[in-house]
């Protein structure tokens, strides 16, 4: 009777004798170049003790999502549609949400994003749609170890809650008590695996007959002794360390052309199919030997987005607007597409980023001045005239002027003079409607008085209602937007700091941003040809203190 086993870990022993089934195994654990998760690290304990009682068993160790992906296909083809027992055996870091669980790959981006995660982590549904093929004979094994990814806003660490096939039988628990349960009871002939799994204090679900066994004695295939090695060990070990230090086709085919029989041969086989289904490996990989920071990785977002690269956010995390940008500016500047950054291009896209900094300050002084020039101006031919009507004027133009806080003190003055002049009753009505303040109140001002003493500042004021209407809800999505940025007392200090050191007159610098600060910011906008709303958004926040104020 053929028994298969599926089980996530690293190719380390190939074997080569006969066996009764066969199984894939990976183990996920070197998820950073600094921690290695503990249990997840020694399945290939539990692999061998399959192997012990006549199963062929295959590893794969710290698998990246092409890699299970592959492995996962070659053992579909083995399995055939009988009674024998199918078991699958993850360990590693696992990820739930509403749509499922997912085995976190390793090579992945620290901090993946959430669609990357459901892309290319490893489903649990996958695993439990070949078991519920196998009712009563269908194990999933679930050795979790603790995630330490940002899993973002829909997704939790752990396998959590499955939606179980009926005659599917589950057995979870700590990958270091998985590795001790599955080498020892799960494979021993006719033990009664619930009692032994709940000895390990593992959690069984599902499909759970006090006497289930997963193999009886009459299914055990003695493994046939391997044949005497035709190669040197020693040289076979030492090819295999060679091939996977240059980590690429060339090198992994350089050891099977030598050593096509030897005990890494599977191993080879699978990084070489790996690296044939993603073209940028190299790069990949070189990427990753960067070590990047999330500080640095932020640092790269800020860059691409002063050069016009929208990364889609500025988190430190490589998501696919991040890769997205990459790409759009390697296309820029000549290079091979990758979607990965080499030290060379992240030293070229800091030096250009500081370059277009530079640049971006000059013209926004150059527009700043052409600004104020224009105001003054504006200005000098307000105060010539004189007028009521000349001071609103320059005020509809310049309510951020450098001339607003006097204009609007000439305009008290006159409408006091006016107040003072009205008549008893018309004074009356025109306080009336200022104290209602709405269009409604001030349109029955000037439909009851439309030569009174306040109709010029009636209308004024209805225009300036009807504004702040229209941009109501802009100024929320901004304020959202802002709200977003997640800025902390400290970072509200430094932009208010930055906008005095330029001039935009922000008033106290407390990190509380009240009208004199949401004028200075509009200002400073303004000047740099930045979308006007008064509220910090990223591409302000970029410019405004290049690259250190989303620092956390």
Avoid: C
């Avoid at 599917?168 to 700590?174: E, F, N, P, Y």
């Avoid at 033990?191 to 599902?206: F, H, P, Q």
């Avoid at 990758?338 to 640049?359: F, G, H």
């Amino acid at each position: 009777m053929r028994v298969s086993v599926l089980a996530l870990l690293s190719v380390l022993m190939a074997g080569s004798a006969h066996a009764a089934g066969d199984a894939l195994v990976i183990g996920n654990s070197q998820y950073d170049a600094i921690q290695t998760l503990f249990g997840a690290d020694r399945m290939d304990v539990a692999a061998e003790a399959l192997r012990a009682k006549g199963l062929d068993v295959t590893e794969l160790q710290d698998a990246s999502s092409d890699e299970m992906r592959l492995g996962l296909g070659d053992f579909l083809k083995t399995l055939e549609t009988d009674d024998s027992p199918v078991v699958i055996l993850l360990a590693g870091a696992f990820v739930h949400g509403f749509g499922g669980a997912y085995l976190l790959p390793v090579g992945e981006d620290e901090g993946a994003a959430t669609s990357e995660v459901l892309t290319r982590g490893f489903p649990l549904n996958a695993a439990l749609s070949i078991l519920q093929n196998y009712p009563g004979r269908g194990f999933l094994v679930l050795g979790e170890t603790p995630v330490e990814h940002e899993l973002g806003a829909y997704l939790a660490p752990g396998a959590g809650r499955l939606d179980l096939p009926s005659g599917v039988t589950v057995i979870r628990g700590a990958a270091k008590d998985v590795v001790g349960f599955a080498s020892e009871e799960l494979t021993k002939p006719d033990s009664a695996i619930i009692v032994a799994a709940n000895e390990y204090g593992l959690t069984v679900e599902g499909y759970a007959p006090r006497d289930l066994t997963l193999l009886y004695s009459e299914e055990v295939v003695a493994p046939v002794a391997p044949p005497e090695p035709t190669v040197d060990p020693d040289a076979d070990v030492a090819a295999w360390q060679t091939a996977q230090r240059l980590d690429s086709a060339a090198g992994y085919q350089a050891y099977l052309d030598s050593f096509g029989d030897g005990a890494f041969a599977s191993a080879a086989k699978q990084r070489l199919k790996a690296i044939a289904t993603e073209p940028y490996y190299k790069q990949r990989r070189a990427e990753e030997a960067l070590g990047l920071t999330r500080d640095a990785r932020r640092k790269i977002q800020r860059d691409l987005t002063i050069l016009g690269f929208d990364p889609r956010g500025i988190d430190g995390i490589f998501g696919p607007g991040s890769r997205k940008a990459i790409v759009r500016w390697q296309e820029s500047i000549g290079d091979v597409p990758s979607t990965y950054l080499t030290q060379p291009e992240i030293d070229r896209l800091s030096a250009a980023a500081a370059k277009r900094a530079e640049e971006l300050e000059e013209e926004a002084r150059k527009r700043q001045a052409l600004v104020e020039k224009a105001d003054n101006a504006l200005w000098a031919a307000t105060t010539s005239q004189g007028s009521e009507g000349a001071l609103r004027n320059y005020l509809n133009q310049y309510p951020d002027g450098l001339h607003a806080d006097e204009a609007r003190s000439l305009l008290r003055a006159i409408e006091k003079q006016r107040g003072d002049a009205a008549a008893a009753a018309d004074q009356r009505a025109w306080n009336l409607a200022r104290e209602t303040d709405t269009v409604a109140s001030l349109r029955a001002y000037l439909r009851a008085r439309p030569e009174g003493a306040f109709a010029g500042e009636a209308k004024a004021r209805i225009a300036e209602l009807q504004r702040a209407a229209e941009f109501e809800k802009d100024r929320q999505a901004a304020l959202s937007e802002e709200q977003a940025l997640s800025l902390n007392p400290v970072a509200r200090q430094l932009a208010e700091a930055r906008l005095a050191k330029l001039g935009m007159k922000p008033g106290k610098v407390d990190g509380r941003f009240d009208k004199q600060t949401r004028a200075a910011i509009r200002r400073y906008q303004k000047a740099h040809g930045l979308r006007v709303s008064g509220f910090l958004d990223e591409q302000t926040v970029v410019q405004l203190l290049a690259g250190s104020l989303l620092g956390r």
